[in-house]
């Protein structure tokens, strides 16, 4: 079981660079894959990032490539994305999720076991 809480979100301007991070409860934060995903308004929840239980291998969707950067502290039990030139259609609400597995093996959301409550992030245009 593990409990998460988003952080960062706010409103930026375009072009912009905002760090969301997520802080899991819990003293197997090791074991879980972590995930970033994003709800845009009157859209259905999207893959943004995800990161394997040791950080060394990362999975971006494509349009948040070389945008974005997902890391996670073990130690700490915190995740985190790093959003750079941000645009107005990076509106949404972002969503930190985890999986108990070693590796990322879902990009769907429905795949995924725990979620935050969501943070909103607003480029406007």
């Known amino acids: 079981q593990v409990s998460l809480v988003e952080s960062g979100g706010g409103l930026v301007q375009a072009g912009g660079s905002l760090r969301l991070s997520c802080a899991a409860s819990g003293r197997t934060f090791s074991r879980y894959v972590m995930g970033w995903f994003r709800q845009p308004p009157g859209k259905g929840r999207e893959f943004v990032a995800g990161?394997?239980?040791?950080?060394?291998?990362?999975y971006y969707a494509n349009s948040m490539k070389g945008r974005f950067t997902i890391s996670r502290d073990n130690a700490k039990n915190t995740v985190h994305l790093q959003m750079s030139s941000l645009n107005p259609e990076d509106t949404a609400v972002y969503y930190c999720?985890?999986?108990?597995?070693?590796?990322?093996?879902?990009?769907?959301?429905?795949?995924?076991?725990?979620w935050g409550q969501g943070t909103q992030v607003t480029v406007p245009s």
């Open positions: 999720a985890a999986i108990q597995a070693d590796d990322v093996a879902s990009f769907v959301p429905a795949a995924w076991t725990y």
């Open positions: 990161i394997n239980y040791n950080a060394d291998r990362t």
